[in-house]
């Protein structure tokens, strides 16, 4: 079970009720313009930006290769991020692709963001009015609302298609690794 609690009148995220956990230790100065997306378990979860890393990139860098990234599930994205910037290490320079432009990002001073698996980013969806309103309360901005986002997860390995979603319904489909999307990063605790 989880509960919203609050902290010098801003709204923290999700907290399991039975953790121990101090929020001090948990939540360090609004882990520096970022916010909480989900919480899963006690002191697990992911982060995501307080604003939107791109309104429009391609997945890829223009290689047509599969880049092992198929994961889907949550906690994935990671993994998933550092196998396409491998796959893509001799193209086009990191931040002209979304996996590369999400782990760039270096919001609150922190340098491990990364593009969310599918999974990842279905929790965003159904967190977006707490991810939309500590975004506003932060000076960041909404998740767009019928935007496509790219996620970290392409088809089994696929050379040409990978996966995304639409934060206005939660639905994800497949698309072109060489169409464009919105990128929204995110981090691990």
Request: hydrophobic share 40%.
């Amino acid at each position: 079970m989880y509960s919203l609690r609050s902290l010098n009148k801003r709204i923290l995220p999700l907290i399991p009720l039975e953790s121990k956990v101090k929020k001090r230790k948990l939540f360090p100065e609004f882990f520096k313009r970022s916010l909480l997306g989900y919480v899963a378990g006690e002191i697990h979860g992911l982060i995501a930006a307080v604003e939107d890393q791109s309104s429009g990139i391609q997945w890829d860098n223009g290689i047509s290769v599969s880049a092992g990234a198929a994961d889907q599930s949550i906690g994935a994205g990671s993994a998933n991020t550092d196998a396409i910037i491998l796959a893509h290490a001799q193209g086009a320079p990191e931040t002209s692709y979304a996996a590369g432009l999400a782990r760039d990002y270096n919001g609150g001073g922190y340098t491990d963001w990364f593009l969310p698996s599918r999974n990842d980013a279905y929790q965003m969806f159904i967190n977006k009015a707490l991810i939309n309103n500590t975004a506003a309360a932060n000076s960041g901005s909404d998740l767009t609302e019928d935007a496509y986002y790219w996620s970290s997860s392409e088809k089994n390995n696929n050379v040409t298609l990978a996966w995304y979603f639409e934060i206005s319904n939660g639905g994800s489909a497949l698309a072109s690794k060489g169409t464009t999307r919105f990128v929204r990063a995110v981090r691990a605790f």
